[in-house]
């Protein structure tokens, strides 16, 4: 695979980058911020890239942050260090301990004060307790995360087309209000990298789904035509053979799957100024991002993460 590790994303305007060399391993850890998030001074926060790290299965060395088939554990334990120390919540030895889940692309949310004892099932973790580091680990599906800016409460989402049918975010949105008071306007949103319109092609089944879920949906969906050069340059042949418009051309189907859960934090009554959607298409970008389906399932998993300083 061709590696850039340098080049600029052109699609991640509104986000930005801070590149450094550690210390201990040499490994340049590369890491998302949304510029909204990074003006709130007690908050942590960040999106995790492919760049840095120690895992060596996904082409060159790789920050995979998910106990996959495919890598080791002691790599993927490693590269959590590696990126809590990058996150500035590690001393020696010592770190926020960090809250992860088993994903079901579900709407499940906990609110988690401590450490548990087991890990937790679903996609969805709040919390308002400070020195936890909560995270959903992601690889082509959305990870989002909600800060209260001022009941400093924090939330993480995994959000694929399902979580999204489900309304995930919307629903964290009111656990957030439930659990901490939080007041909509006071939220501020970051939806992180994952596929975009650009790539994301979907079956008409899910289609159908949204469309019993929102009345907005077909605004989600774009449909491409495959083209047919032949019918391109002939299309009297095939007019008088089939009314207009009844084309038989297989069409695809492309799901904005990041302007769906926009919408959810619009509607839930977030401010659209208060959202930052900019961050890059995971398949468009397999030289920085772990892309699921651009990697045909042999790829690592990046972390979306939060936090509230003491
Ligand atoms: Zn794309």
Known sequence: MARTPDAPCPTAFGYHRRVVTTSVARNKLQLLH?????????????????????????GGKALNLGFTPHDSRAAVERNRELFLKELGVASGRRSWPLISLRQIHSDLIHRVDAVTAQLLVGDGLVTDTPGLVLAVQTADCLPIILADRKRRAVGVFHAGWRGTVKRIV??????????????????????????QGCCYDVGEEVRTKFEMQFAYASSLFREVKESDPVREKYPLLFLTARAPGHSELPARLFLDLVEANRRQLVDAGVLAKNIDAAAPCTSCHTEQL????????????????AGIRG
């Open 170 to 195: 919307e629903k964290g949105v009111g656990e957030m209000r439930k659990y901490f008071g939080s007041d909509p306007r006071n939220l501020i949103a970051a939806i992180g990298p994952g596929v």
């Open 34 to 58: 949304s510029e909204k998030l990074a003006k709130l001074p007690w908050l942590v926060h960040a999106f995790s890239t492919r760049q840095g790290g120690v895992s060596r299965v996904y």
């Open 290 to 305: 772990f892309s699921f389906r651009a990697e045909k399932g042999v790829t690592g998993r990046m972390m979306a993460v």
